[in-house]
């Protein structure tokens, strides 16, 4: 079946299923929500059961969203204050009652005081984290509860856990948090007192746009310090487009002693931030015959793609290859790497090119 043929196919899917459903009745539609609410019901009352073992109740309730009825609300709100049930069934729990959280103070006041507990169980917490922060992410949320819930997450960045720290960090840095920055900061400029590890730190600290080259230079000195191969490689991802880093990141897809990780890396990094000059960049690599087959591979397609795009902006007139794209073409038809040369004629044939 080829392309064409499964788009057709997958289209008449479509419209037998609109028609099926234009065609259906009032009563067939009500009998359809009927039996829906009735597994539910049945579902929720298992998760309810402390006499079923955990997975039954946690299997119960993975296709409820949320729990509807005031009965099945103040039950499950029951089992998330009780510290005895287990730790997953109060995490599952919280997540179908999340409304209470967000809406009655005193549910929330707990969730909040759990959240920032060390001593709360995992997964549990984990839940009242996520809880909160849809409520703190909420635009309809009022300030002043933002602002609590604020507090608790300034709270856990200092936490003893590291993955409570992380996901402090990822809620607040994600919505600007001034707070969690300067101690992103801080920690990539004084690694003793850093609260994540470098590689979990750049990447949040990449998504502040405000003094954006402030943050990059920051990164990019923790890049000229770091000998820590995934710490590298999330700075390298990061300063793509950051010039001044340029020539650091050059010398690190040159360095043959570097891992193949940090090379790629590098590349993928220069190319998404340098354009034009990618090729000058690449050639020398694309042409060495002990290179890595992956690193000269996706030199390659890289340079077909942007010549590609070139070609389509000039639909309107005469396209020509760029002479120093063609003159590296003639150069790799005789390599020696069957994988290399297979990408060769696949970029020719995408190009026009014999």
């Given at each position: 079946m080829n392309y064409i043929t499964t788009i057709l196919f997958c289209l008449m899917a479509i419209s037998l299923s609109n028609v099926a459903f234009a065609q259906m009745t009032r009563e067939e539609y009500r009998q359809q929500l009927e039996a829906y609410r009735q597994t539910a019901k049945q579902d929720a009352a298992i998760f309810l059961d402390k006499t079923q073992s955990t997975e039954q109740r946690l299997k119960a309730i993975q296709d409820i969203e949320m729990f509807t009825t005031a009965e099945d609300k103040a039950a499950c709100l029951d089992i998330v204050m009780d510290i005895g049930q287990p730790d997953a069934i109060r995490a599952a729990g919280l997540m179908k009652v999340r409304h209470a959280a967000?809406?009655?103070?005193?549910?929330?006041?707990?969730?909040?005081?759990?959240?920032?507990?060390?001593?709360?169980?995992?997964?549990?917490?984990?839940?009242?984290?996520?809880?909160?922060?849809?409520?703190?992410?909420?635009?309809?949320?009022?300030?002043?509860?933002?602002?609590?819930?604020?507090?608790?997450?300034?709270?856990?960045?200092?936490?003893?856990?590291?993955?409570?720290?992380?996901?402090?960090?990822?809620?607040?840095?994600?919505?600007?948090?001034?707070?969690?920055?300067?101690?992103?900061?801080?920690?990539?400029?004084?690694?003793?007192?850093?609260?994540?590890?470098?590689?979990?730190?750049?990447?949040?600290?990449?998504?502040?746009?405000?003094?954006?080259?402030?943050?990059?230079?920051?990164?990019?000195?923790?890049?000229?310090?770091?000998?820590?191969?995934?710490?590298?490689?999330?700075?390298?991802?990061?300063?793509?487009?950051?010039?001044?880093?340029?020539?650091?990141?050059?010398?690190?897809?040159?360095?043959?002693?570097?891992?193949?990780e940090v090379r790629r890396a590098s590349m993928q990094s220069l190319n998404h931030g340098n354009g034009q000059e990618f090729l000058s960049i690449a050639k020398s690599i694309i042409t060495d015959e002990n290179a890595p087959e992956s690193l000269r591979i996706y030199a390659l397609q890289a340079e077909t793609y942007r010549e590609l795009s070139r070609k389509m902006n000039t639909a309107n007139t005469t396209f020509s290859l760029d002479n120093s794209f063609q003159q590296l073409i003639e150069q790799v038809r005789s390599t020696s790497s069957e994988a290399v040369k297979s990408t060769l004629r696949d970029c020719c044939r995408k190009l026009g090119v014999e």
């Open positions: 967000h809406k009655q103070e005193a549910v929330r006041a707990k969730v909040l005081n759990w959240m920032g507990q060390s001593s709360t169980p995992p997964k549990f917490r984990k839940s009242c984290m996520n809880v909160m922060q849809m409520a703190y992410v909420n635009p309809n949320t009022p300030e002043a509860v933002r602002k609590e819930i604020t507090a608790v997450f300034h709270k856990v960045l200092l936490d003893a856990k590291p993955a409570a720290r992380e996901k402090a960090f990822f809620v607040l840095s994600a919505y600007g948090d001034d707070q969690a920055h300067w101690l992103l900061v801080r920690g990539l400029q004084e690694p003793m007192q850093a609260l994540l590890p470098i590689e979990k730190s750049v990447p949040l600290l990449a998504m502040r746009k405000h003094d954006s080259d402030y943050h990059l230079n920051v990164i990019y000195e923790a890049l000229q310090k770091t000998s820590n191969q995934a710490a590298q490689i999330e700075c390298i991802k990061a300063l793509g487009n950051y010039q001044p880093a340029r020539p650091d990141i050059i010398r690190l897809l040159k360095d043959k002693k570097q891992s193949l």
